[in-house]
Structures are given as C-alpha cells and as structure tokens.
C-alpha cells in the first residue's frame, strides 16, 4: 500500500527529491519506483527529525519498529499511519509523536481511483491537515471523519473493500461459467461489467439504487437474480452486513496485538 501511494505521489507531479523511502529489503512493489524516480532509499532510520512521517508496515510490525523511529519525529512532525486498527496512543507513545493522523486508503491508488478516510488528532495543526489532504488527495477524495473509532469502520467498507468487489468479479465469472460461458468470456464479461458499473457510480448523479431499478425491466431477467440476491434472509445485503462487521471487528482486535 505504502508504494501504492507513492507511485501516486510521484505520478501527481511530487518532486522525488522530497521522499525517502526507508525499508529494509527493496520488494517487487517498491523496485520499479526506485527504478523509475530519483527517490532515496534507507535501510537504516533517519537520525534527524522529518516533516512527515507516513508508516506503512503491518500493524503486527508497529511495535518492533517504532521505538527505532524516535529519532526521525520532532515536535513539529507530522506522522501519518495508514496501519488498520493500529490507535494514535500506540503511535504516540511508541514514537514519542505529538501530531498524529491515522489514514485509511485503498489499492486503487495506484492508479489515482482510490478514497481515504482520515482521523486528525488534537495536535494536527491546520498546515499540517492541509498538507495530508494534499498528500492524500493525490489518490482520490479524503474523508474526513470525527472520532478515532470510525476509521475501523471506513477500514471495513473502503480500505478491505477493493477485495469485496474482486470476489464479485470472480464469482460473477464462476457463474457464467456455470451457465455455459468459456471461462475467458466469462471473465472479460464479469471484469467490464464490475468497472463499467464503477464508473457509471462515479459519473452518474444517479443513485447506486437508481442506476440497479434503470436495470431492472419488470418482471425480467434482472428482477429474477434480484429476488435471489436480496432474499430476506441470506441476501446480499445481509452478507455484507456481516462481513463488514466482521473486518471492523478485526481491526479493533489488531489494535491489542
Ligand atoms: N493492502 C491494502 O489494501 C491496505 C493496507 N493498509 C495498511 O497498510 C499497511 C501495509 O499493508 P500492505 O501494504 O498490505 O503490506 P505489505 O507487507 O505489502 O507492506 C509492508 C511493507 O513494509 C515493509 N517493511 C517490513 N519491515 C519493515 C521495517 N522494519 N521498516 C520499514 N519497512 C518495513 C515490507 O517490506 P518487505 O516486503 O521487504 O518485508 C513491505 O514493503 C498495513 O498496516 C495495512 O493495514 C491500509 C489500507 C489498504
Ligand atoms: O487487510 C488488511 O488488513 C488491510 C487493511 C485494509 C486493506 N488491507
């Protein structure tokens, strides 16, 4: 995720020279920005305190790698974490950190399509939100929410999110397959619908529910798979009640790991 971002970063016109990347090992995420940009790779910590601070480890790793960030955080810098369910107390008190924003984006980034969600501590000036708008902004709209907790919400929804609409392609493209379809068809047909109907998200001032009823013929195809899928109970909707719940429910849990 973390070179996810950058990639954007980069793309959107940052200078390179204003980044450093500090990973222990250079991954196949990582390597081809390195390639392509002039940006400065660490293994090592910065001894010096840096503007903005963003982590992108596993939340699993937060505890073994903050103490050894000490050096790079002044009071003036700003830490970004875009780490699920790891708290601003954990990053507070593992950095020494004052200003603190915990941010929840998602892989389309990577190509300028993504949404974030973003939670400012109290110590957040307005520069330093306006610069984390602007870094985040690069990759798509930010959210803004009110209290701490409801970034494992949006952690739920947008964050795990691109992966609930992947199975919906796969799934869709198992069931055409199914009914008869060659499995390439089947797949190109489920790929361009799933984006197609993205974009017409984006672009139409229509509801998702209008956009679904403009669909819908009665009494036709689309009323019939409709009638399967909003089943009153074992529906869609129910599913994904439960499984949104299900990842808000993790990134709570990760939270004391
Ligand atoms: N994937 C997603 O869609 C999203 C993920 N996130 C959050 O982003 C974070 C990263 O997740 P994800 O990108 O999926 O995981 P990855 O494992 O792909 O990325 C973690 C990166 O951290 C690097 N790393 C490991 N140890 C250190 C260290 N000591 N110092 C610096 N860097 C280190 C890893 O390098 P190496 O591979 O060489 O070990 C890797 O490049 C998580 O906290 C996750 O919750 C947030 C939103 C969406
Ligand atoms: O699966 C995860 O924990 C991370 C956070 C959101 C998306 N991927």
Redesign the pocket.
Known sequence: ???AMLGGWLAAGRPAASFTV??????P??KPILDAWPVTHRDTPPAEPVDVLVL????Q?MG??LP?LRAAVGPGTLVVS?????TIDTIRQGLGARAVVRA????PALIGRGVTGAFANEHVTPEQRQETDDLLGASGPVEWVGREPLIDAV?AVS??G?AYVFLLAEALAAAGEAVGLEPDLAMRLARHTVAGAGEMMIRSSDAPEQLRRNVTSPNGTTAAALAVLMAESGGLPELMNRAVEAARARAAELSKD
């Open positions: 995720m973390g070179a500090l990973d222990p090992t250079v991954g995420a990582l992108a480890v596993k939340p790793m073994a790698v050894d875009i780490a699920a369910g790891t929840m984006p998602n892989t952690t964050g795990s691109p």
